[in-house]
């Protein structure tokens, strides 16, 4: 089957700046998540997707991070302004439901940030 | 200065060797517990998880041992090959919850 995909794969941008990430998800995978990875860490969940609700946004900076999943398949993340801090890998993953148990997470290779 | 999350946890092997990589949790009510590997310049992959009413857990050259008296995970890997050379994240569950938390990562070397 083919993977989650993300595009850009890198982006550079200056600080105060927009940007957006797509994600298109496994064929079928009604759960839709973002993390981010700041460098040396662990993924951190961002927001959570069942088919086109948000089941989870607790831990996304809603002032500056907005994320949509029109139609319940694609997903887009966008950052307006951006800060230094926000320099960081950002995944996009997908599992078949919200099954924990039964629906490994399958994570796109994700995007590269860096603000300048 | 550094930061002190860019000095990531990391194990150096010979090829051949076995690897254990130790992970420790805080949340008791954590139930669930997934390993996942993560080469440069990719997404993490699913290796093994293993729920709490199990200590043991078995897959292809990877072993998962949990300890909940001391909130202690690890995974042995068996002749470890270079294609292993990577980060290894634990994650947890917290119990209830569909978050997924994970840890902060051992960076795995295997020499030829």
């Known amino acids: 089957e083919a993977g989650v995909a993300q595009s850009p794969r890198y982006k550079i941008i200056e600080k105060r700046q927009s940007v957006a990430f797509w994600c298109n998800p496994i064929?079928?995978?009604?759960?839709l998540y973002w993390y981010q990875q700041i460098l040396g860490q662990g993924p951190k969940l961002l927001i959570q997707?069942?088919?086109?609700?948000?089941?989870?946004d607790s831990q996304l900076p809603k002032d500056r991070f907005s994320a949509e999943r029109l139609k319940g398949v694609d997903s887009t993340l966008k950052i307006q302004p951006a800060k230094l801090e926000d320099s960081a890998v950002y995944l996009c993953?997908?599992?078949?439901?919200?099954?924990?148990?039964?629906?490994?997470?399958?994570f796109g290779n994700g995007t590269r940030l860096t603000v300048t | 200065g550094e930061s002190v999350g860019l000095h990531l946890p990391t194990l150096s092997v010979q090829e051949g060797d076995n690897s254990i990589i130790n992970c420790a949790y805080s949340n008791s009510a954590s139930d669930y517990f997934i390993w996942y590997k993560q080469e440069s310049g990719k997404g993490p992959q699913f290796i093994i998880d293993?729920?709490?009413?199990?200590d043991k857990r078995q897959g292809q050259r990877v072993t998962v041992l949990l300890n909940k008296t001391v909130k202690h995970l690890s995974l042995q890997i068996a002749a470890t090959q270079p294609g292993d050379s990577a980060v290894y994240f634990c994650?947890?569950?917290?119990?209830?919850?569909?978050?997924?938390?994970f840890g902060k990562g051992t960076k795995l070397t295997v020499n030829p």
């Open positions: 293993i729920r709490s009413n199990m």
């Open positions: 997707f069942q088919n086109n609700g948000v089941v989870d």
């Open positions: 064929s079928g995978h009604a759960t």
């Open positions: 994650a947890e569950n917290r119990g209830g919850s569909e978050k997924l938390v």
């Open positions: 993953a997908s599992s078949l439901d919200q099954d924990r148990y039964n629906s490994p997470l399958h």
